[in-house]
């Protein structure tokens, strides 16, 4: 589990706790409070209906303040069965403070549903119906009552509130974060395709206005239509072999370049990320080859984990290299295939070629590891 997925369950809890509560106190009130039948039955029903009401718009409410289902006949109704059960056992002898929690649950999760501009105006005019209704029907103990509602109005309704309002920071985070992901991802992109462009914009409109020329020669000047097709040939040539040096220079980059681009990716992405090790070290033959695993394990923590911390370990021992990358995300795809994705398949290839060999899977405690291990001469 994912430590987003974990802070939305606690959250979950922490906000349909105060509903589960209020339900259980009053259950125990009705019980043992010999109320008679009819009187019990009625105020358990209402009890059924706030509570269900308060769970059913907190998990609206999960999705974003202010963006549940706005129902005001629904919203009053309920509202009108709590506010008649507060009455009813404002009443009676021996009242207890959990009753009092009963209109604060409907205030609570019309407050969270409702938008911004809405919803205090709409839980100050509730909260004032219940402690006037309080007043009211409270006798000698008006003043307690009414005092009691507000405090628990207000405690609740601001401990609701809160633990939505946290969690809807952290999920806008967590959406930030993806948005930097991809548009490091997209900066990469544009940044290689200006290369072929700058490298390559030249030689296709030399080919095309040569092509042309040619074209318009053949049967005029055939030796002069022949050279321009010869020389189109030869643009070719060159924009293929710099196509190449361009893509392998991007394919082969050295570990040093390979590793700063990581962690200014990374970083982007808001997953901090530490170095231990000197790339130039890793002897020449193998940049390459471990760049190309700094890559692949950098695409592997954006794109399949939830990490916060990302890793990067060089060790070298004469001539034998180990190149380790560890995060603190869990991979979300992770079928227990042991990384079998065409990239790793990948990168598993050309290590052996060398004698090396690439590991991955989970590291202790939450996690997950890419190791490469070569060396010259291997």
Known sequence: ?????????????????????V???????????????AKSVLVAVAVAVVVVQ?????????????????RPWEHAATFAVALAAWAVMSRTDGFLPVWALLPALVIAHVGAILPARRRWPAVAAMSVLVIATGGVV?????????????VMIAGLV????????????????DAGRR???????AEERLRFAADLHDIQGHHLQAIALKGELAQRLIGRDDEQARQHAGEVAELARTALRETREVVQGYRRASLGTEITNAVGVLRAAGIETTVRGDAAGVPPPLQPLFGALVREGTTNVLRH???RRCDVSIDVVDGQV????????????????????AGLAGLRERFATVGGRVEVGPAEPEGFELVGRAGVGR
Request: aromatic share 8%.
């Open 1 to 21: 589990m994912t430590p987003l997925n974990r802070l939305r369950r606690y959250t979950w809890w922490s906000v349909v706790a105060g509903g589960l509560l």
């Open 23 to 37: 339900a259980a106190g009053a259950t125990g009130d009705l019980v043992g409070g010999g109320y008679g039948p």
């Open 54 to 70: 308060h769970i059913r718009y907190l998990h609206q409410a999960m999705g974003g303040l202010g963006r549940g289902e706005n």
């Open 138 to 150: 409270g006798g000698d103990e008006a003043w307690p009552s009414m005092t009691m509602a507000a």
């Open 158 to 173: 601001l401990a609701d509130l809160a633990q939505l309002w946290i969690w809807q920071l952290v999920v806008q985070q």
């Open 179 to 185: 948005t930097a992901e991809a548009l490091a991802v």
């Open 305 to 307: 984990s939830r990490a």
């Open 322 to 341: 180990c190149v380790r990358l560890r995060n603190d995300g869990v991979r979300i795809d992770d079928d227990g295939s042991g990384g079998s994705g």
